[in-house]
């Protein structure tokens, strides 16, 4: 059963930064993807970025790229999402993800879904 603990949300002022860490227990695949998924209140939960653990190639949502970098650890059983010039529309619970195909936005690709961290930004 694979298990992904997340950590490092919080509360910060528009224009500062996080830095997210989930490490997956149980997780042996080679093949796949590890990322983010946000759920702000009243929205839909969407796709923020992945990585896909074989290639090390990364996608993200139009509305983040250029401000989150999203990386994996030599393991690859630890992702991290290092968010800048963070703004209120950035607000959500995160969740960490793993799942298969080149989908990675359709929450049908999704495998397993962590507890989740909350990220809030202040105006």
């Known amino acids: 059963q694979v298990q992904l603990a997340e950590s490092g949300g919080g509360s910060v002022p528009a224009g500062g930064s996080l830095r997210l860490s989930c490490a997956a227990s149980?997780?042996?695949?080679?093949?796949?993807?590890m990322g983010w998924f946000r759920q702000a209140p009243g929205k839909e939960r969407e796709g923020v970025a992945v990585?896909?653990?074989?290639?090390?190639?990364?996608y993200y949502t139009d509305s983040v790229k250029g401000r989150f970098t999203i990386s994996q650890d030599n393991a690859k059983t630890t992702v991290y999402l290092q968010m800048s010039s963070l703004k209120p529309e950035d607000t959500a619970m995160y969740y960490c993800?793993?799942?298969?195909?080149?989908?990675?936005?359709?929450?049908?690709?999704?495998?397993?879904w962590g507890q989740g961290t909350q990220v809030t930004v202040s105006s």
């Open positions: 993800v793993t799942g298969r195909g080149s989908a990675w936005y359709v929450r049908g690709s999704i495998d397993y």
């Open positions: 149980g997780y042996t695949r080679s093949t796949g993807f």
């Open positions: 990585i896909y653990s074989a290639s090390g190639n990364t």
